[in-house]
C-alpha cells in the first residue's frame, strides 16, 4: 500500500512540473539598436553569424539580398530597416533563420541572445506607449527586470503582401 501512496506522489509532482511548463513559451531573443526582442523558438529554424549575401536588384531596401544555407536560397532580410531604424553602423551582424510560406528568410539583427521561457501569464498587450515602428510588427510585450522584451510577429514582418493591399 505505501508503494502506490509513493507512486502517486511521484506523479503529483510529474504533474505539478509539467503544469510550470506548459505554461510557459521559448522566445529566442534578439537585440536591434539596444532594444530586447523575441520571436517564438519554434519559429527558428537556424542562428547563423557574419554569411556571405548576394544582392538582389530592384529588391526593397530592408531586403539585404540572398545566401545559400544548406543548398536553400534564403532571403535575407535586414529587420533594423524593417522595423523603419538607421541602417547599423559596420557589418557584423548575426541572423536567425525563420520560414514563412515555406520560405526560408535570414532576419539581419544586431546580436543574438539566449533562449528564455517566459510565463504566458506574464505577457502583455502593447502598450500605448511603445514606438510605432515596433507596433505594426509586435503581437505584445515581457517586462523582464531591466528591459522590455518585445514580441515579434515573424508572419507579419514577412507578409509584403499587406503592405501591397493597403
Known sequence: MSNESQDS??????????NAFSD???FVTFVIADQLFGIPVLKVQDVLSAYNI??????????AGSLNLRGRIVTAMDVRLRLGLPPKEG??????VAEHDGEL????????GEVLALKSGDYERNPPTLDPK????????????????????VNRLLDYSREQAA
Open 134 to 153: 515596433f507596433r505594426d510588427y509586435s503581437v505584445g510585450i515581457y517586462r523582464l527586470d531591466a528591459k522590455l522584451l518585445v514580441v515579434l510577429d
Open 24 to 26: 510557459a513559451e521559448d
Open 105 to 112: 528568410y535570414s532576419l539581419m539583427v544586431d546580436s543574438v
Open 91 to 96: 557589418r557584423d551582424s548575426m541572423s536567425i
Open 9 to 18: 506522489g511521484e506523479h503529483d509532482e510529474h504533474s505539478v512540473l509539467a
Open 54 to 63: 548576394t544582392r538582389i536588384p530592384l529588391a526593397p531596401p530592408e531586403i
